[in-house]
Structures are given as structure tokens and as C-alpha cells.
């Protein structure tokens, strides 16, 4: 059996997916609730779901569990509750990565490159473990997975139990099919795929900072597969444990971006700036790029989607289509 933490969710439930089609039975930890996530799970239907509240109680009598794919958190750059994303993102990941350790079950798990905060440089986009103390989150979302990191190596450091096998992959910016119930964080992609085909323009953020012009801003943009990827590879090698970047290693700017959502969609490339909201300023990282090279040293060694066939792939094949879930 396998376990996937927020297994309907958007990553998640692509690495069902992909985990049926392997043969493998799986347990999806989640709510379905009533904002249509059951969709994204609806061509793969689960062994089990079960709420996170039963978690522990469904572990007492599992049997046998091969690995945990941990992806359940609250995951909004806006979240303002500090005490539920410290239980969900903080609390909830350490009894599970004692649970893991406990009954000799692999780990992998999502961190996030919001950890990585206001960085403006490739170079401090490192994953090397001895910059974690140096890493300034933005915000309490990029804070909580940060905490989560910091309390692994702290676990290795005092020599306290630790998984068989513990993978932690902070995950830059991923699009893809299935994100649809994600409300205001759903990716960009899908936000100027929608503003194009209503017949507007596909609208950016005008920069905050004096020295970026409009649209020049930067991200490290990821298909959905390629996470899938490399969660595969790892479990598929459970020789490998460690803290791991996920992204391309490629920074391409917002305007790429939009201009590649209307390629793909067969419009023109209208492009109109805005001003950005209020709640984003001084929370917004105008810049990521993931540095791969420690994942790549550890062999993972498929190449990565471009920005361009990704969003290709993913209006036409998807957001295109009467049928846009994977």
C-alpha cells in the first residue's frame, strides 16, 4: 500500500495517476469537500480515502505501508491563520515523519521554494543543506514548510529516528491539468488561458520594485508531469534520501509566459499590465529559479518541459478540450 497526503488535490492526484497506472494500491489522505476535487480523481478512483483527522487511527490497522507521498497542506501564499497551518503544515508532517521512521516506511514529502523568500539571485536558490539557517520566507505558508525542514535535520543532527528513506522536494511554480480547484492559487497559466479566450487580454502584474521593468519578473515554471517525475525517481530509488530542489533550473518571465498561453490558445499576444493587489505587495518573490544540481548529482537525469511545450500540452490537450482533467 501507498499513501498520497493530499492525494485529490492537484499534484497529488496526478501522482495517483500515475501510481495506478503502475498497478499500485493507494490511499488518498484528504477532504473531497464540495468544491469539486472528487473530479480530479474521478478516472482513477482510489482503494481508500480517508480524512486527515483518521490518519493515525487508519495507520494503527494498515498493514503494511511501502512509502508516504506527504503533499497535503494548506498551500495559500495568503494564508493568515497561524494555528491551523501550523498543525496542518507543521505539527501533522512531524508525528507523520515519526510514524514513518517508527515503522520503517519511505517518506517523500513537499516542501516549497516559498521558503527561499525575497531571493533575487540563481546562487541563492541553493539546496545545499547548510544554507537552510539562511533562508527569510515571505510569508506563513513559505515559513511552515521552512519549519518542517529545519525540524528533519534537526532530527539527523541529535541522531533521532529518521525514515528508511526521506525525500523532501521543494516544488517551484507547476501548472498542469487538475489545479482547477485551487481558486486564487491557481497557476498563471490557467489565469491568462481564461482571460485570453473570454476575448480580453491576458493581464500581469505591473513590478513593484524600480529596478524591474513590467513583465520582466521571473519565475521557475514546472509541468505537473515533470514533478511526477521526479517523485517516481525517487521512489524507484530508495538509495536517495535528502532536502531536493524541483523546478527546470530556468527562470522565464511572466510576458513568456503570457505570450506562450496565446500561442498555444491561437491569439493575439495582447498584453495589459495592472497594479499589484495590496495583499501581494512585499509578499511577492519577483524571481525563482530552482538550482538542480544537487538532484541531478543524486542521478535524476530526464531533461525537463519547456515552458512553451508545457503550456501547449496544456491548453491544447486540457483547457481546450470538454474534458480538462487528467
Given at each position: 500500500?501507498?499513501?498520497?497526503?493530499?492525494?485529490?488535490?492537484?499534484i497529488?492526484?496526478?501522482?495517483h495517476?500515475?501510481?495506478?497506472?503502475?498497478?499500485?494500491?493507494?490511499?488518498?489522505?484528504?477532504?473531497?469537500?464540495?468544491n469539486?476535487?472528487?473530479?480530479?480523481?474521478?478516472?482513477?478512483?482510489?482503494?481508500?480515502?480517508?480524512?486527515?483527522?483518521?490518519?493515525?487511527?487508519?495507520?494503527?490497522?494498515?498493514?503494511?505501508?511501502?512509502?508516504?507521498?506527504?503533499?497535503?497542506?494548506?498551500?495559500?501564499?495568503?494564508?493568515?491563520?497561524?494555528?491551523?497551518?501550523?498543525?496542518?503544515?507543521?505539527?501533522?508532517?512531524?508525528?507523520?515523519?515519526?510514524?514513518?521512521?517508527?515503522?520503517?516506511?519511505?517518506l517523500?514529502?513537499a516542501?516549497?521554494?516559498?521558503?527561499?523568500?525575497?531571493?533575487?539571485?540563481?546562487?541563492?536558490?541553493?539546496?545545499?543543506?547548510?544554507?537552510?539557517?539562511?533562508?527569510?520566507?515571505?510569508?506563513?505558508?513559505?515559513?511552515?514548510?521552512?519549519?518542517?525542514?529545519?525540524?528533519?535535520?534537526?532530527?539527523?543532527?541529535?541522531?533521532?529516528?529518521?525514515?528508511?528513506?526521506?525525500?523532501?522536494?521543494?516544488?517551484?511554480?507547476?501548472?498542469g491539468?487538475?489545479?482547477?480547484h485551487?481558486?486564487?492559487?491557481?497557476?498563471?497559466?490557467?489565469?491568462?488561458?481564461?482571460?485570453?479566450?473570454?476575448?480580453?487580454?491576458?493581464?500581469?502584474?505591473?513590478?513593484?520594485?524600480?529596478?524591474?521593468?513590467?513583465?520582466?519578473?521571473?519565475?521557475?515554471?514546472?509541468?505537473?508531469?515533470?514533478?511526477?517525475e521526479?517523485?517516481?525517481?525517487?521512489?524507484?530509488?530508495?538509495?536517495?534520501?535528502?532536502?531536493?530542489?524541483?523546478?527546470?533550473?530556468?527562470?522565464?518571465?511572466?510576458?513568456?509566459?503570457?505570450?506562450?498561453?496565446?500561442?498555444?490558445?491561437?491569439?493575439?499576444?495582447?498584453?495589459?499590465?495592472?497594479?499589484?493587489?495590496?495583499s501581494?505587495?512585499?509578499?511577492?518573490?519577483?524571481?525563482?529559479?530552482?538550482?538542480?544540481?544537487?538532484?541531478?548529482?543524486?542521478?535524476?537525469?530526464?531533461?525537463?518541459?519547456?515552458?512553451?511545450?508545457?503550456?501547449?500540452?496544456?491548453?491544447?490537450?486540457?483547457?481546450?478540450?470538454?474534458?480538462?482533467?487528467?
Open positions: 500500500m501507498i499513501i498520497v497526503t493530499g492525494g485529490a488535490g492537484f497529488g492526484s496526478c501522482l495517476a500515475a501510481l495506478k497506472a503502475r498497478g499500485e494500491r493507494v490511499v488518498i489522505v484528504d477532504h473531497l469537500r464540495d469539486g476535487k472528487w473530479r480530479n480523481i474521478a478516472k482513477h478512483a482510489p482503494d481508500d480515502i480517508i480524512t486527515p483527522e483518521r490518519l493515525f487511527a487508519f495507520l494503527e490497522n494498515a498493514g503494511k505501508v511501502k512509502a508516504v507521498f506527504h503533499l497535503g497542506a494548506i498551500s495559500s501564499t495568503t494564508a493568515r491563520d497561524g494555528d491551523l497551518v501550523w498543525s496542518t503544515n507543521v505539527a501533522l508532517s512531524n508525528a507523520l515523519f515519526r510514524w514513518c521512521a517508527e515503522h520503517d516506511t519511505r517523500i514529502y516542501s516549497s521554494a516559498a521558503t527561499y523568500g525575497a531571493a533575487d539571485r540563481p546562487e541563492l536558490f541553493s539546496d545545499a543543506p547548510e544554507r537552510l539557517s539562511k533562508l527569510r520566507p515571505l510569508n506563513l505558508y513559505g515559513w511552515s514548510k521552512h519549519v518542517f525542514d529545519q525540524h528533519v535535520f534537526s532530527a539527523i543532527a541529535e541522531g533521532r529516528p529518521v525514515p528508511q528513506q526521506w525525500v523532501g522536494l521543494k516544488f517551484f511554480n507547476v501548472y491539468p487538475n489545479e482547477y485551487k481558486g486564487n492559487m491557481i497557476s498563471v497559466v490557467k489565469v491568462k488561458y481564461d482571460e485570453i479566450v473570454r476575448g480580453g487580454p491576458a493581464r500581469l502584474f505591473r513590478s513593484d520594485r524600480p529596478d524591474l521593468a513590467d513583465g520582466v519578473q521571473a519565475r521557475d515554471f514546472i509541468w505537473v508531469g515533470d514533478t511526477v521526479v517523485m517516481l525517481w525517487c521512489y524507484d530509488h530508495p538509495q536517495v534520501s535528502g532536502l531536493f530542489n524541483c523546478g527546470t533550473g530556468t527562470a522565464r518571465t511572466y510576458l513568456d509566459l503570457a505570450h506562450a498561453v496565446c500561442d498555444a490558445a491561437g491569439k493575439p499576444r495582447n498584453i495589459e499590465f495592472v497594479d499589484m493587489p495590496e501581494l505587495r512585499g509578499q511577492y518573490q519577483s524571481y525563482t529559479c530552482a538550482d538542480m544540481r544537487r538532484l541531478r548529482e543524486a542521478g535524476y537525469d530526464k531533461p525537463f518541459t519547456t515552458l512553451e511545450d508545457g503550456i501547449t500540452r496544456y491548453v491544447r490537450d486540457y483547457l481546450a478540450t470538454p474534458d480538462s482533467y487528467l
